[in-house]
């Protein structure tokens, strides 16, 4: 059976005008990876709702899990929750046990719980709160869409939060050869292995180290036999390829 | 008139596995913001062709501009030519010209012009070559697709040899305040100048500094004016806040 597959959208201005560099979905991937959860699409859309929800309900089809990041502030930039209930079509309120949260939160650290900050308790109809253990303003759920914060601490917080809820499959398993020659005297031996092994997926990724070319090859596999046969063919192929 | 709009596709299953960190969206939003084009969606997706062809499709139509990173090498995974081939319904062979630069270039190095390496000369019919100072392979423009290599130098390469065919907007400025105050706190007042200056786009940024929260209020616009006349809106809103 294929692994589980999921896709994550980025929510807002900062990533795609250069002025941040996205953190989370480095961190995503490499954590649902782990878990056997094929990553298979990322987005990053900017803070508009039409783009948001365009984004949302393509990728809640095609995929088994989305993951969202960004937009759940107290800002009025902050619209990724109205965007989630319109993808939906449920109404968008704050909520009794969302508010309580945050209520106990600020009352320990003598904030007041203004306005802005209640939006932070306002969630689709029939979402399912994720625990916010940094900043306690909760992500959320809805069906197989999963809202959370943006800051990468906060962010990687959820994830974990999150994780024991996502069905994972067989963990997928890598290794890696370096052979230092270019991937053009690479390919050909590189084809007719990755052929011959159609259970391993072979990638080849060139690099230019102090102006000499070669290429990282991975091989990535559910099967730890399958895997170590092909490190060892590609070690016939590439004498010298160190791991 | 609003900036011309561009997307980016990203290719490749080792971005969305983790192995990999992506550094060419960072760069490439940098260098559209600079330029007054608006960099409105990235995705990224795996080596395969069903997913880019999507992708290339539904970008090309909603967006002026769309610029493709990965899969423009000489193995087996290089499929990108292929696919922006089927996307626009193109065959897609060794081209003369595109054979005759890495002919030379192989013959200045004293490597062989083998079959692998010849992939790199193939491009779908009518496409319109870019310049790679840095390793030679070609990238390749069709209608407002261009398409070029993953490795960041040679990304980098390409899109300076792009941006001259690129139509850009006014160069959308910025400024950015750093208020040592929860967003909680910053909301209120701020949506308040947002809504009374309609002309400048104000993001919040929050930011967890030594366990004190914060945000950077980042001001853009493209009337120098209206800009120096929001920070000061800012700066006497949040005294104390810092360029």
Redesign the interface.
Known sequence: MPNPTAAML?IG??????????AN?????????ERGI??????????EQP?IVAAVNDLRARFDTVITSGGI??????ITADAIGAAFGRPVDVRDDARTLLAEH?ARTG??L????L??ARVPEGAVLIDNP??VAPGFSVENVHVMAG?P?VFRAMVESLLPELTGGQP?L?RSLRVNR???????P??EI??AMPAI????????DNGA?G?NI?M?STDPTALEAAVAALREAFPGATE
């Open positions: 980025v201005d900062e990533i795609l005008s250069g002025r941040t560099r996205d979905m480095h961190h995503l991937a490499g954590v649902l990876t094929t990553l298979a699409e990322v987005r990053m859309v900017q803070d783009a502030g107290p800002t009025h930039d902050d600020y904030k007041e203004n306005e802005a900050r939006r932070m940094v900043s800051v601490s997928l890598s270019g991937e053009g005297d690479i390919a050909g590189l084809g990755a052929k997926s072979f990638g080849s990724y060139p690099f230019v070319y290429a991975v990535r």
